[in-house]
């Protein structure tokens, strides 16, 4: 299965790759500071980076994320596309049903809209064009929900879609067809796709 990196994966490893330039030291170098004043705890990490004004939020974050290793999966793309695979087969390892009607809908995605990308997380899978475009969830052993973003949309939403609530929480995921095992309705499936593909012409922000 071809997946993409993730944006927040993406945009983590720029920071990385630019700390040198854009704080005065690199992460191993940051990493060798707080080794010297030998803190263990966050919150003395947090307080002692917060001297160093060219370590904005973001950054300083990061550094401490990445010395402390709770997020060591995501701090590189390299080691983001090693786990997303591992991310897909927890998601549905209780869920077996799901696995055909899972890659398929990944295969129909990829198949149709050269821009879409598949950025699995632990629980579940966004297809980005720009920004998120659908999203699969499998919800229960016998059903996998398919969301489209459909914010943007100010025509009739027909009656096989059912809201998410997202239009009110202000949520990207606003509808979803509910799948189950043999969902066979691929005409259905590229239908909102291609909707929620379209409307993503990269000028909102969320």
Not at 30 to 36: F, G, T
Not at 132 to 150: H, M, N, Y
Request: proline content about 5%; some cysteine; aromatic content about 8%.
């Amino acid at each position: 299965m071809q997946y993409s990196i993730h944006p927040s994966i993406a945009y983590v490893s720029s920071i990385i790759r630019n700390l040198k330039t854009t704080s005065g030291l690199s992460l191993g170098e940051w990493h060798a500071l707080i080794r010297k004043e030998k803190l263990v705890d966050p919150k003395q990490i947090k307080e002692f980076l917060n001297q160093y004004k060219e370590l904005g939020a973001s950054k300083k974050s990061i550094v401490i994320d990445s010395y402390l290793e709770e997020k060591k999966p995501f701090m590189d793309s390299e080691s983001y596309l090693q786990n997303a695979p591992i991310f897909v087969e927890k998601m549905l390892f209780a869920k077996p049903n799901l696995k055909p009607l899972f890659d398929h809908i990944i295969s129909l995605t990829i198949g149709h809209f050269p821009e879409a990308k598949i950025c699995p997380c632990e629980t579940i899978v966004p297809v980005y064009r720009t920004h998120v475009i659908a999203q699969l969830k499998p919800a229960t052993k016998d059903r996998l929900e398919l969301g489209f973003a459909l914010k943007k949309f100010k025509g009739k939403i027909s009656d096989e879609l059912v809201s998410t609530g997202g239009l009110e929480k202000g949520d990207r995921i606003t509808h979803k067809l509910n799948c189950h095992p043999n969902f066979k309705n691929d005409s259905l499936i590229l239908k909102w796709m291609e909707l929620s593909y379209t409307l993503d012409d990269g000028n909102d922000s969320k």
